[in-house]
């Protein structure tokens, strides 16, 4: 004869097992996710919750600065650096040294210098703020606006952010830029 009093016993012991096994791994995703470093976007040079609750604002005042003046990046070599995994093209990319000089130009729709913008450059990487270099209210001269000496630190990829603002137009523009050391020989 068969004993029933052991028949049915086990799913105590499976659904324990099952508690345990969503308090370990659960235990196991905080740990993993709080050692993440998380970095904040830095996209219009400000917080991304201001830069989402005013989207319509800085469109529109960047639409006014694409209307009125031309800012460009002068003086700056392409480089063959060529992105393996990224998704978008990044179009140009700029060659970067150890030691830069970061001119940008500004001229109105005629062609016009103007010097009497706010400026600032943001020089970050990609994937941290670690190294962040920010330089701001840099003075302006016949329509060129110039960082005369960049130091990078590490070789990799870099983005060039630059926010120029006359009045209530305000322009932004990222150019990627990359610096490859020459190797020794």
């Given at each position: 004869m068969e004993n029933k009093s052991d028949k049915g016993k086990y799913w105590p012991y499976m659904i324990l097992g099952f508690i345990m096994i969503g308090v370990t791994l659960g235990y196991w995703t905080v740990k993993h996710a709080i050692g993440m470093p998380v970095q904040e976007s830095n996209e219009y040079m400000m917080k991304y919750q201001t830069a989402d609750?005013?989207?319509?604002?800085?469109?529109?005042?960047?639409?006014?600065f694409d209307q009125r003046y031309n800012l460009q990046l002068v003086g700056m070599k392409t480089s063959d650096f060529k992105p393996k995994f990224l998704k978008r093209k990044p179009g140009r990319i700029v060659e970067?040294?150890?030691?830069?000089?970061?001119?940008?130009l500004i001229t109105d729709k005629a062609g016009k210098p103007v010097s009497d913008a706010n400026v600032t450059l943001l020089?970050?990487?990609p994937q941290t703020q670690k190294e962040d270099q920010i330089f701001k209210e840099i003075p302006g001269r016949d329509g060129h606006y110039v960082v005369e000496k960049l130091t990078l630190k590490k070789p990799g990829r870099y983005i060039l952010r630059v926010r120029a603002q006359k009045g209530d137009a305000i322009g932004y523009q990222d150019t990627p830029g990359y610096w490859n050391p020459p190797k020794d020989n």
């Open positions: 609750t005013d989207a319509n604002k800085i469109i529109e005042a960047q639409q006014r970067l040294q150890e030691t830069n000089r970061i001119d940008y020089v970050t990487r």
